[in-house]
């Protein structure tokens, strides 16, 4: 590209606040998340596992979920982007294995870094355990089945016995496989009529990792003490890590 398309273009995507023009001792330019975003939409069109994207259906502080169809049925996905680097670096860090001990790390490294995670993480569950089935990854992008049913935290179950016992036997299957999701709660699990789906896998850790116990005894008492709390259910916490690691 020349001296003169380049400006032109750089002006263009400054403009619309997809790059940051630094002028020190020398000058340099530095893509923000949108335009990250149509790199890996770019990349998922090229691939074929999106057709068409629609509307944002989850916005929190590590990820944007949109609707989309992708493959060559128009089979309705969901795209999760990261944006673990827009938390302070300090969060992120304590929640996230895989940055380790990196002392500079970029946004838009962070987010990849976490993307990468998950999706692998999803490779090794799917389709043994119930999660969304993995698509596709590109950057900080993942494409995935969109999970069925409705989000626990948002559900009145008529057998609640039933649903636990369902996503017990699922962090068990995870565990057998090596991972432990680290994070688990009524906000990242799904029911539907056949069963449940666990979503958010980016933190995931295995079993061989010095805190397992107690991570994993953190996810299984968030999830008894929901079921607890709403359903007045009671079980020993003991005896059911007991049953997931033996």
């Known amino acids: 590209m020349t001296g003169k398309k380049w400006n032109i273009f750089s002006q263009t995507w400054r403009k619309k606040k997809l790059i940051h023009r630094n002028v020190q001792a020398y000058e340099g330019y530095r893509i923000y998340f949108e335009a990250y975003d149509l790199l890996a939409l770019n990349a998922f ?30 089979r309705h996905v ?20 895989t940055i380790g001990e990196r002392r500079h790390l970029s946004w ?37 089945s969109k999970a069925l049913g409705q989000q626990l935290a948002h559900t009145r179950l008529d057998e609640p016995d039933w ?19 680290c994070d688990l709660s009524e906000f990242n699990i799904f029911v539907n009529p056949a069963g449940c789906e666990i979503i958010d896998w980016p933190q995931f850790i295995k079993p061989t990792h010095p805190n397992a116990q107690q991570l994993l005894h953190r996810d299984i008492d968030n999830v008894l003490s929901y079921f607890n709390r709403k359903y007045r259910i009671k079980r020993d916490i003991g005896e059911i890590i007991n049953n997931i690691i033996t």
């Open 163 to 181: 649903y636990l016992d369902e996503i017990l036997r699922q962090v068990k299957k995870a565990y057998e496989l090596g991972i432990i999701h």
């Open 45 to 74: 069109v090229k691939r074929g596992s999106v057709n068409a994207l629609g509307e944002i259906i989850g916005r929190g502080k590590e990820s944007e979920v949109y609707e989309a169809t992708g493959g060559l049925i128009d």
């Open 78 to 97: 969901i795209i999760k982007l990261h944006r673990e680097g827009k938390m302070s670096f300090r969060h992120v860090r304590t929640k996230r294995e």
């Open 108 to 144: 838009l490294y962070a987010a990849r870094l976490a993307a990468k995670k998950e999706y692998d993480a999803l490779v090794a569950l799917y389709p043994k355990v119930s999660v969304p089935e993995p698509i596709d990854h590109n950057r900080h992008g993942i494409v995935m």
